[in-house]
């Protein structure tokens, strides 16, 4: 086998026939560019995964879950390696990085978001861009916006209030961070609707939202700044 792996569809889901002679980092890397590349082929979907033509440490075998699942709509219920089902040990993992994930990966969306668009991510979300009025962009983890955000934005979902909503500048009238939703502290002066260094970061503490900037102490030391 020349390629990095072979993919085969089956009855319950798919077979990865993995070459033994790859490194593990090319290996995770090509996983990652078929399944980005293939996404809306594959759509959204639960499915076992079979694993086959190489032996895997447990994280090695959670790495080639989380690289499809990072980049295809695709949630692996279950994995199948030389004819036994790795349940225990998956759920175990499963558990550990999907906790962690939300905070140390980020969906990356480049362009503007237009009015009526939905975007959503199972860990963070980075907007390239505006998201527009009448936009919604929702998110487990943290979401940040390079642009102006006049849409609605969500973030820490479900029930995480720790997460923080970062954009260039925030113009919503009303945003999400976990089950807290509010409107926006009002900003004054002259900066109050324009773009400005450092940009704008709302904050959900102590029962009320603050917006503030990067470099405020208070989002310094805020526990999830550093996680995505």
Known sequence: MD???????TS????????PDVMIEKLLTDICMKFAENRSFFGQTEMVLSIKGRSLSDEEFTAVVQAIEY??????SLVEIEDHFKEAEF???RKNYETKRIYD????????VPYGKHIHSDSGLVV??????GAEITAAGNII????LNGLASAGQPGNSECFIYAGLIKSTTLIIGEQEGELPPK??????????GGDVLLFRKDHFIITNIQDEIFMNYPNKKKG
């Open 3 to 9: 390629k990095s792996f072979d993919l085969k569809g």
């Open 12 to 19: 319950y889901g798919l077979t990865l026939i993995l070459n």
């Open 71 to 76: 980049n295809s709509d695709i949630t692996i």
């Open 91 to 93: 759920f175990k993992s």
């Open 105 to 112: 990966n980020a969906h990356i969306h480049i362009g503007n």
């Open 128 to 133: 390239i861009g505006d998201v527009d009025e």
């Open 145 to 148: 916006v390079t642009g102006v």
């Open 188 to 197: 004054k002066g002259f900066f109050k609707d324009k773009k400005k260094d």
